[in-house]
């Protein structure tokens, strides 16, 4: 790895560090500037009763030495701290037990998502103007214009309710089936707009001519070279495409009741469950940024051209 590669490298590194305290200052003062608080909705609750299970939580203390604490936390022991609503349960572990299934969902609606959007935008670039590629992109603008939580619905209404071919429910093997193509359809119709649009601008590059000059077989011009430099910018889309799709679709999650992260977050914010929405607003912060390194170091394999600055 050369010294500009290193340097590079560790630059991102500090810059993630630093986006992800900024995302978690911010969102712990905003939580907490909100009027109200994860204990006005409770019912019959005396002034002497909320005021001890304010000091229970540490939320009778100055907001900045909260601040501290919380951060102190965090940094030393990876501990957000106890859920206010979920009584006796750590805010880590309600993360992690929906994060296992949210993980699952993420991680096989992006699989499919990518390789049909990638085969679906290189046959509408090779096909270009012709019925097929009127079709693909039809469909993919479609998916990209319909908000997920109509995709769902409908997929619910016919696939779970009417035909009866799959569960209702997310809760099993058979009931993700319905979420994770509903959460892959949207990813497959940006990447397969991305990759058709970096496809058509790759194949009127010289060294595309040049090959098929020199008589390269068609199959190797369009594997060896044009697909290769067309992946690119969709990969720079699938990096944080990867890290909003696993820690789960809040929407797709509430439709097919999925006990995943998105769920539980959902459920936080509504609480004013303080702990919780930080904890989840964490995860997904360090997820993007790591997921945005990764694919920036991703280029160089791609591209050997690409000069680190």
Do not use: C
């Not at 204990?39 to 019959?44: G, H, M």
């Not at 693909?136 to 009417?162: D, E, K, N, R, Y």
């Amino acid at each position: 790895m050369s010294s500009k590669t290193t340097s590079y490298i560790i630059k991102r590194i500090i810059l993630a560090l630093v986006t992800i305290w900024v995302v978690m200052t911010v969102t712990f003062f905003v939580m907490h500037f909100i009027p109200g608080g994860p204990f006005t909705s409770e019912k019959a609750v005396s002034p002497s009763v909320q005021a001890a299970m304010e000091a229970k939580y540490g939320l009778d203390k100055p907001l900045l030495q909260q601040y501290a604490t919380y951060m102190k936390g965090i940094i030393t022991q990876f501990d957000f701290g106890p859920s206010i609503k979920q009584k006796g349960r750590q805010v880590v572990d309600i993360i992690f037990d929906g994060f296992r299934t949210s993980f699952k969902l993420g991680v096989l609606a992006a699989a499919w998502g990518a390789m049909a959007g990638v085969v679906l935008g290189a046959v509408a670039a090779l096909k270009r103007n012709t019925v097929i590629d009127r079709i693909i992109m039809v469909i993919a603008t479609a998916f990209i214009s319909m908000p997920g939580f109509i995709v769902g619905s409908l997929m619910l209404l016919v696939f779970a309710v009417q035909l009866r071919w799959v569960p209702a429910n997310g809760s099993t093997a058979a009931g993700l089936i319905l979420p994770v193509i509903a959460l892959g359809l949207s990813p497959m119709a940006n990447i397969t707009r991305l990759t058709r649009s970096s496809m058509l601008d790759v194949l009127g590059q010289d060294y595309i001519r040049t090959a098929k000059a020199k008589g390269v077989s068609g199959t190797k011009t369009i594997f060896g070279h044009a697909l290769k430099n067309a992946l690119i910018p969709v990969i720079t889309y699938i990096g944080p495409m990867l890290a909003y799709i696993v820690t789960g679709s809040l929407v797709i999650e509430q439709i097919f009741a999925v006990p995943g992260i998105g769920r539980y977050f959902v459920s936080s914010i509504i609480n004013r469950d303080y702990p919780m929405v930080m904890g989840t607003t964490i995860i997904l912060a360090v997820l993007i940024v790591i997921m945005n390194l990764i694919s920036d170091i991703l280029y160089k394999v791609v591209d050997p051209r690409i000069d680190f600055q």
